[in-house]
């Protein structure tokens, strides 16, 4: 890092009353060099280098300890790719097609680049790897392996939560307020506690996004004049001054930022939109030098992710193929991204950036109109921020299949935008503002709470359920196998990283979309989910795939038919299996179907207040054959410590309710 730049002309910075966030910038217009990590700028409390290291290092281990607390309580359902397109192939990968993964149509089809559950992958074979040589418990090693991604995922989402900080520093100087603003900003954030340590792919392209904006030469257009200009020009109102031709500076930054906004691409190819925006004025107002400099080293940063990508695309998938491209043939070109669904063209700016900012969307809202408008001594970087949102907000707005997650890499830029409208408002802070403060604090702890402990939990608990339900028979020494059927719109809970053990053979309803079906044909195309739930409906859908009921009736019996994990479309019908995991919704159809039968309720847990789909709302059940199998499992759970009272209980939010 060089050392601050000496002060040309120096005159005493005015007060800003209003804004006293800004005199870093009043410095910066009146002859300091601004106030930016990578130029020497002097962090709050010292100037040295070493000093601005050490910060920087205390903020970071703060905030993994935060996001490690957050990652080990989250006890919530929010989308199916964070387990089926990141820990299942993950889980594939580690232990081998017989481990029980449930692999989808993406990866069938090569649609998703395999480098991010390859990070999974990794460790796992090391968890399992430590677990052998310790000789753990098969339910300490269970914990473990259920724990090693939400502790990786917590240091990614504490390093979003860090660059974002940094980006702060660079757009309005280290030693502003607005800096400090945007750390609590992202540190509050009800948002970032719900999603940031899921194992979604978006959520890494949202931390490589923020570092590699963090990275990025924003020097270069302010340094951009020719080496012939030997005086400083003048200040013009809302522009930040221009000086002399610089060096290209340390390019170890530049190509860390183009390593990190490739790899994001590679992972999700509309990231591609982001640095379009970034890089478009970066180009036109930078020198023949620094162009160059960045056309080269983007070329070869690309040339290199990409080559990295095939490599283990081809190691995995066996033959030579490239998902980004089929990721748009099939999305775009086959329409298929409209069978999950389709939004409103107005669903980003009603209720996509609205769930991403919460309490922070009118200071962001203000943020960019002011960014835009090159109010006061903004930095130019804070309007290439705001442009970078509107047009990538409004491009996703013309794709029919939206969802607040495919925004979620704008989070980092909306926090910075909205850090100097924050620390504006509340300076002073009188005791009306200290009171509003509290308001919108409580807001963001409300909101996050419910979302990460409260709606959608049961879906998540009913596998901790069955899981420990099987290490006790295991450990009780009764049958090796269980058998759990989940009647539920497909992908209604984890899979296999949460069921851990392949003794625990499983089905659900798939739902794969109609890629081989002709477009004028699609309308009444009907996936198993859809046909066990609308035609021929539930009833009628049991008849059809399961085995009689009356195979169950009197002492009834658990099929170890090796066949019962076959689709529908199987000749042989399913046996029924020792668990029957549900919504409330279905409770009653079910009731009626199998009355009579060794089918008793034998877990309950509440999911949600409310859902969108009817099919998902109430509790979640799960009824257990009444064999002797069951009942032993029973018996064994209460010598693990649960009372033996035929119902327990850790309270609504807990656990659910175990009935003997």
Known sequence: MSA????????????????????????AEHGAAPADDRRGAPAPGGGSSVQRQELGLHAFWLLLAMRIVNALTTRTFFQPDEFFQSLEPAWQMAFGEQSGAWITWEWKNQLRSSLHPALFAGLFAGVSAISDICSLPLAPRAELLIAAPKITQAALAASTDYFTWRLARQAYGARSSAAWASLALTACSPWQWFCSTRTLSNCLETTLTAAALVWWPWQWPLTSYSSSTTTRPSVQKGVAPRIISAPLGDLHHLRLSLLAAALA??????????????????LWQASTRERLALVKWAVLCGCGVLTLSALADRRYYGVWTFPPLRFVHFNIAKSLAVFYGT????????????LLLTTALPFAAYGIQQAIRGSGRLSPMLSYLALTCGAMVGALSFVAHKEV???????????????????CFFHPLTPSKKAMLGFLLAINVLVAGYGSLVHQRGVVDVLHMLRHQHESQALGGGSGNTTVGFLM????????????YPDITAW?????????????????YLDEADEFYIDPGPVAWLDQHMESVGTIRGKGHV??????????????????PKYLVFFQQLEGTLAEFLRGTKYKECWRGFNSHFHDDSRRRGDVIAWCLDDDGADATHGHVEQHGLPGTGRISSGQWGMGKLRG
């Not at 999700?268 to 970034?278: K, V």
């Not at 939004?343 to 609205?354: I, K, M, Q, S, V």
């Not at 099929?559 to 029924?576: C, I, Q, V």
């Open 508 to 524: 659900a309803l798939t739902c794969e979309p109609p890629i081989d079906v002709p477009l004028d044909r699609r309308a009444s």
């Open 559 to 576: 099929s170890k038919n090796k066949d019962e994990g076959k689709t529908h479309n199987s000749e042989l019908k399913r046996p029924w």
């Open 343 to 354: 939004n409103r063209p107005d669903y980003y700016l009603t209720e996509g950036l609205p």
């Open 405 to 423: 997650r495919f925004i979620y890499p704008l989070l980092p830029m909306l926090h910075v935008l909205a850090a100097q409208p924050v620390s």
């Open 265 to 282: 691409c590679v992972l999700r190819p509309t990231n591609g939109l982001i640095w379009m925006c970034i890089s478009a004025p970066t």
């Open 489 to 500: 719109p497909c992908h209604s809970t984890p899979w296999r990283s949460h069921l851990v």
């Open 4 to 27: 601050p730049a000496p002060l040309q002309h120096q005159q005493p910075a005015p007060r800003l009353r209003t804004c006293p966030l800004m005199h870093a910038r009043a410095e």
